[in-house]
């Protein structure tokens, strides 16, 4: 980062403890009522995790944590020892085991080993006589009663995905395991804490305004909170206010304050003239002579937050013990405050809607005016689109804020979270006729992957002409566009906000497109696949790491085993995707209620 910006400081949401994760059961699923673990580590009996004789897919073990640690969102380490040469005959690189975590309520989720450096897998799929693997454990996990067993609970099934991964010729016979905790994970805001700012002495007046010393400020937590003094018997102390949206239900008894996001100014209740002469005071006045606080707040927020993986890095204060920081992903949904230009055209379309969801296009206003996370919303009505909607019924399809991330090809990052659904259901619900049902859901996405053969002008660097390509494309065929991203200067669309719902896509527009690519002298062929793209079932970039030759930890390996750890990569990216279908016609129809992102496109240099 050049030293003439401005720091980009993130603090975490909460307090985080790193603690030693417990391990008290190891169990299989053939004899579940049999705990391993005293007798593993009394050096006493070793432990089959499969069938004994033949492994059989779908074979199953269960390590089980205390409830009482709470390793949720740590970096866990499993450590193995085992007994050499015991699991044969699969593929060491590409193991056919599948790890996964209890969410609680009987719900798992998929784990993938991490593929930072140092925390590896090097088990080997129980092959090494020594191994460790280290997974990044989610934030929502949760305990969970597996046949009578509660724990925090991670398990192991062996299912091969690929016949290319060989099945075992006999159970692995592990003699030890011990865990560690080399860290943890939790959520971070951009935005700095200040406590404690006092703001001024109170006049007595109605309609005071005071000013916090930075701006923008971040939405206040619970704890939060102007706080003015009072007098409490013969001592003084500072009492909490509440912020209110506005002061329309305020009376001349509640202690109510108004705070801007955008500018820090804090507002006290106006006294306002009533039709009949007399005045009405709005919201209690604060004493005069009292002093006026605010107990917390953060500051920050912003497009500038939207910063890449691996950019957080430098710690603002030493901490014992933690030897470095880094975001595992991007950093997402900052964004600047609405500008003059928003305000007026968001003024114009509250004064057609007023106050009320009739037409589809109403419910997509208030929807995005719900929160400014909803990036694009498409209202589907029982007479619009072509899926078959009941009478009464009002389909809402959102397509959430989710910064570079999707144009960084991270497409799990499209999922609709529960939180934000029932954040614009109930925002929504209280604009909607009273006949009219109302469901909200994600939308549907297919992604595309262009192969393009061009032949290059002269004098033109391959590198350079195929990110243009790569650029344009994605600018062309995604769910929105970031708030910062600017069209290629050939982009002859203006306007454009993303690939619109339901909107076919024809070859002969790549073709175009690509040809105004500067760089491009002739466009020889253009080829389409799809596929579909299901974020919650989509993997960041960062959980599978494809091997590169040059990586330093690659260097000292043979011709032959760089060679099996590429292959391995390749196979486990090939397993976690929807196979790609090609498009044999010249146009893609798109349903209704799709839209279309970009995927890895392929471009290919053609001398003639």
């Known amino acids: 980062m050049l030293t003439d910006e401005p720091e980009i400081i993130f603090t975490t949401d909460k307090d985080l403890t790193v603690i030693p994760a417990r391990l008290t059961q190891v169990r299989r699923i053939q004899d579940f009522h049999r705990n391993y673990l005293p007798?593993?580590?009394?050096?006493?009996?070793?432990?089959?995790?499969?069938?004994?004789?033949?492994?059989?897919?779908?074979?199953?073990?269960?390590l089980g944590f205390d409830m009482e640690q709470n390793i949720r969102g740590h970096i866990?380490?499993?450590?193995?020892?085992?007994?050499?040469?015991?699991?044969?005959?699969?593929?060491?690189?590409?193991?056919?085991?599948?790890?996964?975590?209890?969410?609680?309520?009987?719900?798992?989720?998929?784990?993938?080993?991490?593929?930072?450096?140092?925390?590896?897998?090097?088990?080997?799929?129980?092959?090494?006589?020594?191994?460790?693997?280290?997974?990044?454990?989610?934030?929502?996990?949760?305990?969970?009663?597996?046949?009578g067993r509660i724990a925090f609970w991670i398990?192991?099934?062996?299912?091969?995905?690929?016949?290319?991964?060989g099945m075992y010729d006999r159970s692995p016979q592990i003699t030890f395991i011990e865990t560690f905790s080399f860290g943890a994970t939790t959520y971070a805001t951009h935005g700095v804490y200040v406590y404690e700012e006092r703001m001024g002495v109170?006049?007595?007046?109605?309609?005071?305004?005071?000013?916090?010393?930075?701006a923008p400020i971040l939405p206040l937590e619970a704890d939060d909170s102007v706080e003015i003094e009072e007098k409490r018997g013969d001592d003084i102390v500072f009492v909490k206010w509440k912020q209110v949206p506005d002061f329309s239900k305020s009376t001349i008894f509640d202690r109510h304050y108004t705070l801007v996001l955008s500018t820090g100014e804090v507002a006290f209740g106006p006294s306002i003239r009533q039709p009949d002469g007399t005045t009405r005071q709005y919201g209690r006045i604060p004493e005069a002579g009292r002093e006026v606080r605010i107990n917390r707040y953060r500051y920050g927020g912003g497009i500038a937050g939207n910063v890449p993986s691996n950019q957080i890095q430098v710690m603002k204060k030493a901490i014992p013990y933690i030897d470095r920081v880094v975001n595992l992903i991007p950093a997402s949904n900052g964004r600047d405050s609405e500008t003059m230009e928003e305000l007026m055209m968001r003024a114009r379309r509250e004064l057609r809607t007023q106050g009320r969801?009739?037409?589809?296009?109403?419910?997509?206003?208030?929807?995005?005016?719900?929160?400014?996370?909803?990036?694009?919303?498409?209202?589907?009505?029982?007479?619009?689109?072509?899926?078959?909607i009941p009478p009464g019924m009002v389909e809402l399809l959102i397509i959430p804020v989710a910064g570079d991330?999707?144009?960084?090809?991270?497409?799990?990052?499209?999922?609709?979270?529960?939180?934000?659904?029932?954040?614009?259901?109930?925002?929504?619900?209280?604009?909607?006729?009273?006949?009219?049902?109302?469901?909200?859901?994600?939308?549907?996405?297919?992604?595309?992957?262009?192969?393009?053969?061009?032949?290059?002008?002269?004098?033109?660097?391959?590198?350079?002409?195929?990110?243009?390509?790569q650029t344009s494309l994605r600018y062309l065929i995604t769910p929105f566009l970031p708030d910062n991203a600017e069209p290629p200067?050939?982009?002859?669309?203006?306007?454009?906000?993303?690939?619109?719902?339901?909107?076919?896509?024809?070859?002969?527009?790549?073709?175009?497109?690509?040809?105004?690519?500067?760089?491009?002298?002739?466009?020889?062929?253009?080829?389409?696949?799809?596929?579909?793209?299901?974020?919650?079932?989509?993997?960041?970039?960062?959980?599978?790491?494809?091997?590169?030759?040059?990586?330093?930890?690659?260097?000292?390996?043979?011709?032959k085993q760089l060679k099996e750890r590429l292959e391995s990569e390749s196979l486990k990216r090939e397993r976690f995707v929807e196979p790609l279908t090609p498009v044999e016609e010249r146009m893609l129809p798109v349903p209704n209620d799709t839209v279309l992102c970009s995927l890895q496109h392929k471009v290919n240099f053609i001398v003639l």
């Open 39 to 62: 007798r593993l580590q009394k050096h006493i009996e070793v432990f089959e995790p499969f069938d004994n004789d033949k492994p059989q897919i779908g074979d199953t073990f269960y």
């Open 405 to 469: 991330t999707v144009h960084e090809l991270d497409l799990s990052r499209l999922g609709l979270s529960d939180a934000l659904k029932n954040k614009i259901r109930v925002y929504v619900d209280e604009y909607r006729l009273v006949t009219t049902t109302l469901f909200v859901r994600e939308a549907n996405y297919i992604g595309i992957q262009a192969e393009v053969n061009v032949v290059l002008e002269n004098h033109y660097d391959e590198d350079v002409v195929e990110e243009r390509i």
């Open 489 to 559: 200067s050939y982009f002859t669309m203006r306007d454009w906000e993303g690939w619109p719902f339901g909107r076919d896509l024809y070859v002969a527009e790549l073709y175009s497109l690509i040809q105004m690519v500067p760089g491009v002298k002739h466009v020889l062929d253009v080829k389409m696949s799809q596929r579909q793209v299901i974020p919650d079932r989509e993997l960041p970039p960062s959980a599978i790491a494809v091997a590169d030759e040059e990586a330093p930890e690659n260097a000292e390996l043979t011709e």
């Open 76 to 147: 866990l380490a499993l450590s193995f020892r085992v007994m050499a040469e015991k699991g044969t005959g699969i593929r060491p690189e590409d193991p056919p085991l599948v790890w996964e975590c209890s969410l609680g309520n009987g719900k798992w989720k998929e784990l993938f080993p991490s593929q930072r450096s140092g925390e590896k897998d090097t088990t080997r799929g129980f092959n090494n006589e020594q191994g460790m693997i280290a997974f990044i454990l989610p934030l929502d996990l949760e305990p969970d009663d597996v046949l």
């Open 202 to 214: 109170s006049t007595g007046e109605p309609h005071q305004l005071f000013q916090l010393q930075n």
């Open 357 to 388: 969801a009739v037409t589809a296009e109403d419910y997509e206003l208030f929807a995005k005016k719900a929160d400014r996370a909803v990036a694009r919303v498409k209202a589907n009505a029982p007479d619009v689109g072509t899926r078959p």
């Open 155 to 165: 398990r192991c099934r062996f299912e091969p995905r690929d016949k290319r991964q």
